[in-house]
């Protein structure tokens, strides 16, 4: 009687396991250079581009009991949502009184009485009507087209007798085109996102509104040079700043999602630098360029992977070659069956 030459042969695992082993082998083998050579590659730096649109700008005027305003003279481009926060430094009332009549012609005659300052105002309409008490703050919201461009307009206190002493002062819109605004952001890092900003104004000096939002939990401030083409170290920054007053430096406040606007006057064309000068930030690496009338250099080109890394596609072929030869042989080990006889016949 002829029996199966394979009965009773004994299990024999790892010749069975051995091709899945091969076959792992081949995968690593494979997939070790080809993730090693994406991460070689170097990705662009991300830039951060201005677009045309209203320009946002905020201003601090202080009134005192001088009585004054101070600054007495305002100026705003055409373009324009002008925020004025409005503080009163002194121990008395003081009203903010914006004439909605521009020109010289459509001006409080200095002799004027209370009753004529009232009057004035009544007759010419106001574009800000504001009251401030002692110790307060309040905000003066305006907004300037371009039809506007080279009014001024009259501001006074209302309150009898200050406008008499000298409580005035003028708004004067310029023929500043609108600004550019563009968007960056600050993270726990820490780091500015993107690192590069770029804006290409059609004169200058230019304006520039930078909407700054956190997306960590730290604050920070968004502080740019004011000098082009200048770049700032962690040994210099400190003495730089005690010399050159910045173009601007906001304040982002701590806690995700908050956000300030940094506003601010470009001279001229030319690579700004901007940092946080919080401590320990700047020297962290928190820093940035805006690239003003200057096109931004372009990344260089990601490197060839069969240049850069041809030690891993040489070693690639070394183990795809072994994994090979382990799988033939897997494959005569583990399948094939012994020849008859081998074991001994049966009857």
């Known amino acids: 009687m002829v029996t199966d030459a394979t009965a009773g042969r004994p299990p024999r695992p790892i010749a069975r396991a051995f091709p899945w082993f091969v076959a792992a082998l081949l995968v690593v083998s494979l997939g070790i250079p080809v993730a090693t050579g994406l991460s070689a590659l170097k990705t662009a730096p991300l830039v951060g581009y201005a677009t045309t649109g209203p320009s946002n700008e905020s201003q601090l005027v202080n009134l005192t009991d001088a009585p004054s305003f101070t600054p007495q003279f305002v100026s705003a481009p055409v373009n324009t949502t002008l925020d004025l926060e409005l503080r ?23 002799n004027a009485t209370p009753s004529e300052v009232y009057a004035f105002f009544h007759t010419e309409g106001t574009l800000a009507n504001v009251s401030v008490a002692p110790g307060a703050l309040a905000w003066a919201n305006l907004s300037f087209n371009a039809s506007t461009a080279y009014d001024s307009f009259e501001f006074a206190s209302v309150v009898p007798y200050q406008f008499q002493a000298g409580m005035w002062g003028l708004l004067n819109v310029t023929s500043t085109g609108p600004g550019l605004q563009v968007s960056e952001n600050t993270t726990d890092a820490p780091g500015f996102q993107p690192s590069i900003l770029s804006a290409s104004p059609a004169h200058y000096p230019a304006s520039v509104d930078v909407l700054v939002t956190n ?62 000068l919080v401590t320990g930030h700047f020297a962290s690496g928190m820093s940035g360029l805006l690239y003003v009338g200057i096109p931004v250099p372009p990344a260089p080109p990601q490197p060839s992977t069969a240049i850069v890394d041809t030690w891993i596609l040489a070693g690639s072929g070394v183990l795809f070659g072994i994994g090979l030869l382990l799988a033939a042989s897997a494959s005569y080990l583990g ?3 012994k020849a008859p006889g081998s074991e001994g016949k049966g009857h």
């Open 88 to 110: 009163n430094v002194g121990s008395y009332p003081h009203t903010f009184t914006l004439s909605a009549t521009p020109g010289s012609e459509a001006r409080l005659p200095s």
């Open 215 to 276: 997306l960590g939990n730290l604050g920070h401030t968004f502080t740019v040079v004011p000098q082009w083409n200048v770049t700032l170290t962690v040994g210099n920054y400190s003495s730089y700043f005690t010399m050159h007053a910045p173009l601007v430096s906001a304040t982002i406040p701590s806690g995700a999602g908050q956000s300030a606007w940094a506003n601010f006057t470009v001279p001229a064309a030319g690579v700004y630098m901007y940092l946080c």
């Open 335 to 337: 399948r094939f069956p």
